[in-house]
């Protein structure tokens, strides 16, 4: 038997003084939070240590959802709602099979789609529109492979979208922001490397 690949993030997840991505939200969080109200429901896929969902949570969004496939995210997520005093949904999920028992005003996820397989990162996505209330929006960010898969996420990266593919399953709803970049990104114990992205902001309108 083979030994077992264990994602980086998993070990940095574990220890409570580290961070792995980022304490700060994502500037398109905070670009595009004018459209909700503070009742909106909210839900982030993916959140890993929950930068995104917890600055949601501080601003007053009260219904704020947020999973992880890791128990060690969720875990650190709660720990870090507990020192803030914030109060967040936070529960261990599978996108694959995850099942939406409510809609959402905003449903985002930053860097994850692409560690799921193709079939299932569309069948999550259009699950989500399903689910989204009409004038709810999605903010999308998944790596493409415009250029390869860095050492650190080449064996999980199983999703790489094309360039733009992500556009396609957006086809009915109202396109607010694209772009498609390369960046520069490093991770405690993880060397400098490149991934190209494509990040899509779109609203349900029907
Ligand atoms: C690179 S991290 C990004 C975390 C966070 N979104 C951020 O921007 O900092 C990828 C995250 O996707 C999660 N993940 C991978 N596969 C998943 C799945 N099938 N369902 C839910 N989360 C998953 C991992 O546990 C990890 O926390």
Redesign the pocket.
């Known amino acids: 038997m083979g030994k077992e690949i264990i994602?980086f993030?998993?070990k940095t997840?574990q220890e409570k003084d580290i961070i792995?991505?980022?304490v700060k939200p994502?500037p398109t969080v905070k670009e595009f939070e004018n459209l909700l109200s503070k009742q909106s429901k909210i839900l982030?896929?993916?959140?890993?240590?929950?930068?995104?969902a917890i600055y949601l949570a501080q601003q007053g969004y009260c219904n704020t959802d947020a999973?992880?496939?890791?128990e060690?995210?969720i875990a650190k997520v709660k720990h870090r709602c507990q020192l803030l005093g914030t109060q967040l949904n936070a529960y261990v999920?599978?996108?694959?099979?995850?099942q939406f028992e409510k809609n959402y005003d905003m449903i985002i996820?930053?860097?994850?789609l692409h560690?799921?397989s193709k079939d299932?990162w569309k069948n999550?996505l259009n699950n989500a529109k399903l689910h989204t209330n009409i004038g709810g929006i999605h903010i999308m960010?998944i790596f493409t492979d415009s250029v390869p898969a860095s050492e650190d996420?080449a064996p999980?990266a199983i999703g790489l979208a094309k360039d733009e593919e992500i556009i396609d399953l957006y086809k009915d709803w109202e396109v607010l922001q694209f772009k498609s970049y390369i960046f520069e990104d490093e991770h405690p114990g993880v060397p400098k490397h490149l991934h190209a992205s494509n990040k899509i902001v779109v609203r349900r309108f029907k």
């Open positions: 994602p993030w998993e997840y792995t991505f980022s994502n982030e896929a993916g959140c890993g240590e929950g930068q995104n999973f992880d496939l890791s060690n995210a999920a599978d996108m694959t099979t995850y996820c930053f860097g994850t560690f799921l299932d999550f960010q996420i999980f």
